[in-house]
Every structure is written in C-alpha cells, then in structure tokens.
Antibody, heavy 117, light 107 residues
Framework: QVQLQESGPGLVKPSETLSLTCAVS????????WSWFRQPPGKGLEWIGW???????NYNPSLRGRVTISVDTSKSQFSLRLSAVTAADTAVYYC???????????WGQGTQVTVSS | DIQLTQSPSFLSASVGDRVTITCRAS??????LAWYQQKPGKAPNLLIY???TLQSGVPSRFSGSGSGTEFALTISSLQPEDFATYYC?????????FGGGTKVEIK
C-alpha cells in the first residue's frame, strides 16, 4: 500500500518560508490528488491544499496566497512552500493522498514545524 | 466556508458503553462526510467515509449515520483502544473543513 513520509526543517524563523517535502512510495504518484494538512498544537485539523499529479492545484483561501504546492513525478514526491510564516503557522504538517473515492485513506506520520526566532 | 460543529467536545465513558458523537454542518453537505480517529502523536485514521461506509479493517462496533446537515458516529461498545479524539470532515465543497474534535476519555 502507499506510504507517505514528510521531511523538512523543524524550525523556521518568522517571515521566512517553510518548505516541506512528502515522499511517496508503494504506489504511483500518477492519477491521484496529493494534499497537505496541518494541526497547531492542541488544536484541530486544517486543510492547506492539494495538487493533482499533472500539476493543477487548489488552495485554502485562508492562507491568502502564501502557499504553493508542487509535484515532481520523476522523484515521486510533492512539496509545500508557505511564505511569510508567523508563530500561528507552528503546527504538525501532514501529507495525504486523496483516494479515487475522494476521501483521505492514506496519511504521512506528520512532521512538527515550529516558527520561532 | 462550511462550519462543522461537533458535540460533545469532551466525553467521559466506561469500557462497554455505547457512545454517540454528533456533527452538524452549517449547510447541506449531502453525504460527503468522513470520521477520523486520532491518538496522541499520530496521524488521523479514517474510520468512516461517505457518512456511513466503514473503512476496511475498522471494527464493526463503529458506525456512521446521517445526511444533509446532521451526522453521527456511534461506537456500540467502547473498547480500551477507542479512547482517542474523533474528528468529522466535510468534502462537499472547498475549502475542506473539520469539526473541532471530540475527546473520548476513560471514566
């Protein structure tokens, strides 16, 4: 079955850009939608956006143009960039695959990102 | 954005209890609702999708019901491994949104 693994810096300074990568293994990256979610400490879940393997994207308007999701099919991975971060962006970030049914059956284990100087 | 209101936000129950968590949507989401279980330090785990379809491998004591704006997750006989936080998620329209969560603790 598909496996997803997030990676990236655990600490980012305020006003800088957060960059994370999700490596996909066990199945092809083609034919699916790939998403990012996040969860601030002690709080609920927030959808950040998705990218289709072909490159089309859909983002949460709450992130006001700060987010970019990209895909590299040759490396079987997709990435998240979130610019101008503040302490409010401190969270565990999860990548996930949207199944053909439209639901999220497969998730990465999550990676903690802290925004602090 | 579609708001999802879960209740209760906290639930104290005993092993063997029947437990019901409700999720109310601010507008009609048809049956595009999922339920997740999340344990501390772990990713959400999909339990129910399309409001009432049990994910493969999930024990049959879990069930989902509802459509439109009112939904429920029921655990027929609470087991020790069920103590966790539960979230509903709507997938009817963007942005995707989640309920605030229900933490189920041991009485």
């Amino acid at each position: 079955q598909v496996q997803l693994q997030e990676s990236g810096p655990g600490l980012v300074k305020p006003s800088e850009t957060l960059s994370l990568t999700c490596a996909v293994s066990g199945d092809s990256i083609s034919g699916y939608y790939w998403s990012w979610f996040r969860q601030p400490p002690g709080k609920g879940l927030e959808w950040i956006g998705w990218i289709y393997y072909s490159g089309s994207t859909n983002y949460n308007p709450s992130l006001r143009g700060r987010v970019t999701i990209s895909v590299d099919t040759s490396k079987s991975q997709f990435s998240l960039r979130l610019s101008a971060v503040t302490a409010a962006d401190t969270a565990v970030y999860y990548c996930a695959r949207r199944d053909n049914s439209g639901y999220y059956f497969s998730w990465g284990q999550g990676t903690q990102v802290t925004v602090s100087s | 954005d579609i708001q999802l209101t879960q209740s209760p936000s906290f639930l104290s129950a005993s092993v063997g209890d029947r437990v019901t968590i409700t999720c109310r949507a601010s507008q009609d989401i048809r049956s595009y609702l999922a339920w997740y279980q999340q344990k501390p330090g772990k990713a959400p785990n999909l339990l129910i999708y399309a409001a009432s379809t049990l994910q493969s491998g999930v024990p049959s004591r879990f069930s989902g019901s509802g459509s439109g704006t009112e939904f429920a997750l029921t655990i027929s006989s609470l087991q020790p491994e069920d103590f966790a936080t539960y979230y509903c998620q709507q997938l009817n329209s963007y942005p995707l949104t989640f309920g605030g969560g229900t933490k189920v603790e041991i009485k």
